[in-house]
């Protein structure tokens, strides 16, 4: 496909807004392998919004776990609203574009999120990927994955938490573009270099 002159990444980077790549899925559907190899073909950076909860639980002296890591982030959320992380996070993320045009997300979990940054057309163009995996082979995935394996049960906990505490689901439903990762990871690179074609980048 050609790209078209309304695509985000037809233009040279000097030539266009900066443009905000958000990969968001389920646990367990490659999401983590998507945003990798985006990065490593592409040249992308890679903005973590997760950073202001690092932050937090480093000033508020907790002990960095996931445990606490989720505790501040709760609390975040409960006392500046369910676009906190997003709203604490983008003046650095304004600092990020100086330097980079086109930058991976990697930590958009609301639909308050989602609005918050999707604000500032006049900025920056925003555009999600969703991943997705059957449920049966993201329970495969997460129970032999090296770091914070999950049984069944807890990967269901974990969805549960998820979407009712986070929001996650409209961010997924309503992405721009949709990928299937039931397949192989050479299955999963190509369904993804088509999507940067829509979206006008050059071919890695």
Same mark, same amino acid.
């Given at each position: 496909?050609k790209p078209?002159?309304?695509?985000?990444?037809?233009?040279a &980077?000097?030539?266009?807004?900066p443009?905000l790549?958000?990969?968001?899925g389920m646990?367990?559907?490659g999401k983590?392998e998507a945003? +990798?190899y985006l $990065?490593?073909s592409?040249?992308l @950076?890679?903005f973590?919004m997760g950073?202001?909860?690092l932050?937090?639980?480093?000033?508020?002296?907790?002990p960095?776990?996931?445990?606490?890591?989720? +505790?501040v982030?709760?609390?975040?959320?409960?006392?500046?609203?369910m676009?906190?992380i $997003?709203?604490? $996070?983008l003046?650095s993320?304004?600092? %990020? %574009?100086?330097?980079?045009?086109?930058?991976?997300?990697?930590g958009?979990?609301?639909a308050?999120?989602?609005t918050?940054?999707?604000?500032?057309p006049?900025?920056?163009?925003?555009?999600?990927i969703?991943?997705?995996?059957?449920?049966?082979?993201r329970?495969?995935r997460?129970?032999?994955?090296?770091?914070? &394996?999950?049984t &069944?049960?807890?990967?269901?906990?974990?969805?549960r938490?998820?979407l009712q +505490?986070?929001? +996650? @689901?409209?961010p997924?439903?309503? @992405?721009d %573009?949709?990928?299937?990762?039931n397949?192989t990871?050479r299955?999963?690179h190509?369904?993804?270099?088509?999507?940067?074609?829509?979206?006008?980048a050059?071919?890695p």
């Open positions: 496909m078209s002159s309304s695509h985000p990444l037809s233009k &980077p000097a030539g266009r807004k443009v790549l958000a990969i968001v646990s367990g559907t983590s945003a +990798k $990065a490593r592409y040249g @950076a890679s973590y950073g202001v909860v932050g937090e639980v480093e000033r508020l002296g907790l960095d776990s996931p445990k606490n890591e989720r +505790k982030r709760e609390q975040l959320r409960g006392r500046l609203g676009d906190a $997003a709203r604490l $996070a003046p993320l304004r600092k %990020f %574009f100086k330097s980079e045009r086109t930058v991976l997300l990697d958009l979990y609301s308050e999120e989602l918050l940054l999707r604000g500032y006049g900025e920056f163009t925003v555009v999600v969703a991943v997705h995996s059957n449920r049966a082979l329970y495969s997460l129970k032999t994955r090296v770091v914070r &394996p999950l &069944p049960a807890e990967v269901d906990l974990r969805d938490t998820e +505490k986070l929001n +996650k @689901a409209p997924i439903v309503l @992405a %573009f949709h990928v299937c990762n397949g990871t299955s999963l190509r369904s993804l270099r088509s999507v940067m074609t829509e979206l006008g050059p071919h």
